[in-house]
Structure formats: structure tokens, C-alpha cells
């Protein structure tokens, strides 16, 4: 049986995630992991505790976090936080952060690769209890630190970038590949690997994407492919003989809401990106695509944090069947 | 009886924070206020925390400052408990000190400007509007936003503005004409904090707290508390070396006299009892990590006990 973790949004009260966060533990999910989405969702280090205080086994992360909203030594005091809060079952996932979540706040996202490095390092130092100080090339550090941190905390990162991909192979102790195109994934876990090669690093791999098992769910997918499609690289979408203007056309329809585009997309495009059939069809080619990438864990994808119950359920048959 | 809260900062684990607050809030205590102290524990994880642990206490990020997170992260946050538990939450402000802001490599320019700025924009979105793109679709309660500070400038601010100021470390004498100057420019409510120092063994902890005072203070404060350039400029080295102890031995004792309410419980509660007029709120600071539960304890006796 492979190891499973899911995501949920917290685009629900506290209180609703985390009785999912419990309904997820009870089915033997390992991980949770809460996105930061800005101001779209609720405050991910509030939600975070609101499940560390209510749960007793399963770990909890940020899936994602970016290097800008907070400043990386405050987001690893507060990830550190959660640890001692939980006993040992924290740990911290950073990206480069989207333009839905940086956007309202003003921030332009500037040399990427450069502030998830230092973000990741220092918050490495910190967790096993050192003082930092750092002169780098996105923030400074005079004698930051604390001394509740557990020196083996897990720091996770999540992207679709060659450059990121290969950075985090190199420094990161797992990397999250999310919602990717399936026929493509191999080249995607080539660039982690390569990265890996250059330091001897081990980081795990998790894949990451919606499963479907009940075909209504599909409805539920296509919203949450309108800008995943139109950001794909030119030769994803010629693969899907998807043309410029196609794109172009949902992209003009998302500004009428993600709902609205998402009727712009059949359903042999959302195929590529997802595991659909039955729960025995969906285990049979979880299994392949992890075994043929060398994926350690699964994390499944909520898109509807409404019908999230069944789903967790659904999904906990489909992971037993692998 | 006088309403009266505790403010702790989070150098403890977040379970034991907990545990004070319950004891608190058993005892009388209406508030709880949590520091954000930049890489001690997060204060969003402690206020979660404790908002969780009790029934009834208003909780606070007190104070969080512009700058160690997005401003409209803060309020994200803010939010985030307020619709947690309703009613019970407010949002605590003011510029930052050194004591968590150097760590992080940050020296605003303008702080009372980002204060300013901060205190809008968070107003906005947690009264359901929106700030350039930036908006809170999911909220629609109210939080009341507190501002704490010591320089005349985010005091005034306070008083216009805010629902309610905080003042910390000031003398019992000063209160009478410091309300008067508050209630003269708004109508913010008043939280005085000031450490209690009822026996020789909390006179000696209080000393202690007067560092981070005494580095941060306007000129004009640390002139009138008898404290030299040489002196601060000796605590802040001590402190940045990490030596509290040697920190609080350039102080002079009369610092507890000026900003802590001293004397036997019975003075104490008198001078408090004085002062009942010119403040809504009383928010007790924790002298001591390690014996928060008698300081909660022999504090709220004395608090209680006022008439």
C-alpha cells in the first residue's frame, strides 16, 4: 500500500478542516498539508494549530508556503511552533508562491530560486537550534534563532520549474510534484534527480494529483485545470492539441471565474493530468506511475473542499487497492 | 471590581501557555494578550492555541508589528481567529522593538508611517472592504484593533482611531493626565499594563523587563527615568550578548518605582484602586516564566480585591 497524504485548502472555516484533518488521520492519510493562499483562505498557521491541537498522529505542513508574505525566520518559528504544539509532527513546505496569493498583497515574486534557497538553509539552521546570521541576497539574519526546533524537521518543496527542481533536489529533504502532465512527469523527476546527484542529496518524492473515481467529480477538476492548462509549457499543449487561441480564449474566460472557463475544457484534457476509472483501474495506474518514477508518497488533491468527505473515503479505497 | 486581563509573552510552550491562560481566565481574567516576539513561538499558533483551551477570554496578537509578515497577512490571520471564535479576538498593533526586529534584519525607516499605513489597511479589510485587489472574501464579523506604544505620535494615533490603546510601563502617577490626553483626542478605550512588584523577589524579576524599555524608549523617557546614554548603550551590549542578568544590573531600582506598580499587595491594590478612573482595562504582565502560576495567582488577589 503506498503512502498517502492529502491537501486541503482552507477555503472552508477552521472548524470544517479540521474535521477533515481528523476523518483523514482515522483513514491512515500520514500527512496534511495546508496551502497558504493569501487572503483567498484562511490564515494557514491558525488553520495548522487549529489541527495540531485535534489530532494525535498525522503530521502537518504547509503545502505551500513562499519566502515573501512572511519572512522565512518568522515562518520557521512558527512551523517550529507547531512541532512542540504537536509533538513532533510538523513540517515545512516552501514554493516560489503564485500570482493568486502574492498578487493582492503587492509582491512581484523577485529572484525566486535565490529566496527559496536561503529560506530553505536558514530555516535548516534554525531547526537544529543554531543562531543565524546571514548577509544573503534576499534578506539578512543578525542572530536569529530559537531553541524549541527539532533538528530532523522536515523541509519539503513544491514547483514545476527546471531551475527550482533541480535546487530543491540538491538541498530539500522531499519534493512535491503537483497536478503535472502525466506523459511528462519523467522529465520533471529528472531534474529533482539531477539536482540530487550534485550534493548526494536523498530528498523523497511525492506525487500529487486528483483522483477521480466517480465520474461527477470531473466537474468538480475542470475548474482547477483552466489555469493549469493555459500556464502549461507550448509543448504540453500541443501534445493535447490544444492551440494558442484555445488557450488564449480561457484565459479571457477566467476572468469571469474559474467556473465560467472551466466549461472551456473537455474531458481529454483533464485526463493527462488526473487518475480516473474505477477503484481498481485508479490503484492499478496509481501503482505504475509511482513505480515507474520512483515516487515515495501520494498526496491527493482536493478540489472541492464540499464534497471532501466522500472523496477521503473514496480515495482511502483506491490507496488500499494499490 | 475592575476588569483586568494577562499578557504573556510566548518564551514557554505553547501547551503551557495554555494552561496559564486557563487558570487565568478561571480567576477573573477577561483578556489574553500573546507578544509577537519574531522567532519565539508564533504568536498565531499560541493564540489559536489558547482560544481553543478556554471558553470565554478575548485573545490578541499583542503586539504584532508591519513588518516581520505582510500586513494584510496579519489581518488574514486576524481574521482567520475571529471567525474561529467570534467576538473573542482583537488585533493588537504598534511599530516592533529591537528585540524582535533586529533578528530579522529589519530597521524601518518609517516605522510610524507603516504603522499608520498597517492600521487602514487591516481596518479595511476586516470591516469587509478592500485594499487595492487585496480583500477578505470569506469575513464579515468586526475585530476591534488595539494600538500599544510609547511615543506621543502612535499614542494620538491610538486615542483618534483605534478602538482601544494599550499603555505599558507607565507609572500609576502618570495616568491621571495621560487619560485625560486620550480621552480629549477619541474615544479608544484604555489597557494600562504595568508589572506588578508586590515582594522583594517580583521587585527583583520586574528590573529585569525594564531592558528592552530602556533600549526602545524616546529620549525624553529614558531621560526622565535617570538612564544615560553610556547606561543604555552598556544594557544593550549585555543584550545582544545574550546576558539579561548583567542587562538589568545598568538599570537603576528606581525604574520599578517609575513604571511598575510597587509595594506591599495592599499598596498595590491601592494604587491601582487610584487609578480606576483613568483606564478600562488592566493587563497584568508575567514578571517570571517559571512562576506564572503564583504570580497569576497572588496578582489576581490583588486585582479582584479592588472595589
Not at chain 2, 167 to 180: I, R, W, Y
Request: aromatic share 6%.
Amino acid at each position: 500500500m503506498i503512502e498517502s497524504s492529502v491537501m486541503l485548502t482552507p477555503v472552508a472555516s477552521v472548524e470544517r478542516i479540521v474535521e477533515l484533518a481528523q476523518q483523514a488521520e482515522r483513514l491512515g492519510y500520514t500527512r496534511v498539508w495546508v496551502p497558504d493562499e493569501g487572503l483567498a483562505t484562511r490564515d494557514v498557521f491558525v488553520t495548522m494549530a487549529a489541527i495540531a491541537m485535534s489530532t494525535e498522529t498525522i503530521r502537518i505542513g504547509t503545502g505551500i508556503v513562499n519566502p515573501y508574505s512572511r519572512h522565512p525566520a518568522i515562518t520557521a518559528a512558527a512551523i517550529a511552533s507547531i512541532d512542540e504544539l504537536s509533538g513532533g509532527r510538523a513540517f515545512l513546505g516552501y514554493g516560489s508562491g503564485g500570482s493568486l496569493t502574492l498578487n493582492p498583497l503587492g509582491i512581484t515574486r523577485p529572484r525566486p530560486l535565490i529566496h527559496v534557497r536561503e529560506a530553505i538553509e536558514s530555516s535548516r539552521a534554525m531547526f537544529r537550534g543554531e543562531t543565524v546570521d546571514l548577509e544573503g541576497e534576499s534578506m539578512t539574519l543578525r542572530g536569529a534563532g530559537f531553541e524549541f526546533g527539532r533538528p530532523d524537521t522536515e523541509i519539503w518543496f513544491a514547483g514545476r520549474g527546471p531551475n527550482m527542481l533541480h535546487q530543491a533536489g540538491a538541498i530539500a529533504d522531499g519534493v512535491m510534484l503537483e497536478f503535472l502532465h502525466k506523459p511528462s512527469l519523467g522529465q520533471f523527476v529528472e531534474a529533482v534527480r539531477a539536482g540530487a546527484e550534485t550534493t548526494g542529496n536523498q530528498p523523497r518524492l511525492c506525487y500529487s494529483t486528483m483522483v477521480i473515481t466517480n465520474m461527477d467529480r470531473i466537474e468538480d477538476v475542470r475548474p482547477h485545470m483552466t489555469y493549469r492548462l493555459v500556464d502549461s509549457p507550448p509543448e504540453v499543449k500541443a501534445t493535447l492539441g490544444m492551440t494558442e487561441a484555445q488557450s488564449d480564449a480561457i484565459a479571457v474566460a477566467m476572468g469571469d471565474g474559474l467556473e465560467v472557463a472551466g466549461r472551456l475544457i473537455p474531458d481529454e484534457w483533464v485526463e493527462p493530468f488526473v487518475i480516473m476509472g474505477s477503484v481498481d483501474e485508479c490503484a492499478t495506474e496509481l501503482n505504475s506511475v509511482m513505480n515507474a518514477h520512483g515516487f515515495d508518497e501520494f498526496m491527493l488533491v482536493v478540489a472541492d473542499i464540499d464534497g471532501a468527505h466522500e472523496l477521503l473515503d473514496e480515495v482511502a479505497e483506491v490507496v488500499a487497492a494499490t | 471590581m475592575i476588569r483586568w486581563g494577562v499578557w504573556f509573552e510566548p518564551t514557554q510552550p505553547v501547551a503551557r501557555l495554555c494552561e496559564l491562560a486557563k487558570q487565568a481566565e478561571a480567576a477573573g481574567a477577561e483578556v489574553c494578550l500573546v507578544a509577537d516576539e519574531g522567532t519565539e513561538r508564533d504568536v498565531y499558533v499560541a493564540l489559536t492555541a489558547i482560544l481553543m483551551s478556554t471558553d470565554k477570554m478575548v485573545v490578541g496578537p499583542a503586539i504584532t508589528n508591519p513588518f516581520s509578515r505582510h500586513p494584510v497577512a496579519t489581518a488574514a490571520a486576524v481574521a482567520t481567529l475571529a471567525e474561529l471564535a467570534p467576538h473573542r479576538v482583537w488585533h493588537g498593533l504598534g511599530v516592533g522593538g529591537s528585540r524582535v526586529l533586529d533578528p530579522l534584519g529589519v530597521d524601518p525607516p518609517r516605522p510610524y508611517t507603516a504603522l499608520r499605513e498597517t492600521f487602514e489597511s487591516n481596518t479595511t479589510l476586516l470591516a469587509g472592504g478592500s485594499v487595492g485587489s487585496a480583500r477578505l472574501p470569506w469575513f464579515d464579523a468586526s475585530v476591534p484593533i488595539a494600538i500599544a506604544g510609547r511615543g506621543p505620535r502612535v499614542q494620538r494615533l491610538a486615542a483618534e482611531r483605534a478602538d482601544w490603546v494599550i499603555l505599558s510601563a507607565k507609572g500609576a502617577d502618570e495616568m491621571p493626565e495621560t487619560a485625560v490626553t486620550i480621552r480629549a483626542a477619541g474615544d479608544a478605550k484604555i489597557g494600562w499594563s504595568a508589572y506588578l512588584a508586590y515582594d522583594a523577589a517580583e521587585r527583583a524579576r520586574v528590573l529585569r523587563h525594564f531592558s528592552y524599555m530602556a533600549i526602545d524608549a524616546p529620549p525624553e523617557i529614558r531621560e526622565a527615568a535617570g538612564l544615560t546614554d553610556e547606561a543604555t548603550a552598556l544594557v544593550k551590549a549585555a543584550m545582544l550578548g545574550g546576558d539579561m542578568e548583567l542587562a538589568a544590573s545598568y538599570l537603576p531600582d528606581a525604574l520599578v518605582d517609575l513604571f511598575a506598580i510597587a509595594g506591599t499587595p495592599e499598596e498595590c491594590a491601592a494604587t491601582i484602586a487610584g487609578c480606576a478612573a483613568h483606564f478600562d482595562m488592566f493587563l497584568l504582565p508575567m514578571n517570571n516564566e517559571s512562576s506564572c502560576e503564583s504570580h497569576i495567582a497572588q496578582s489576581a488577589e490583588i486585582l479582584n480585591s479592588i472595589g
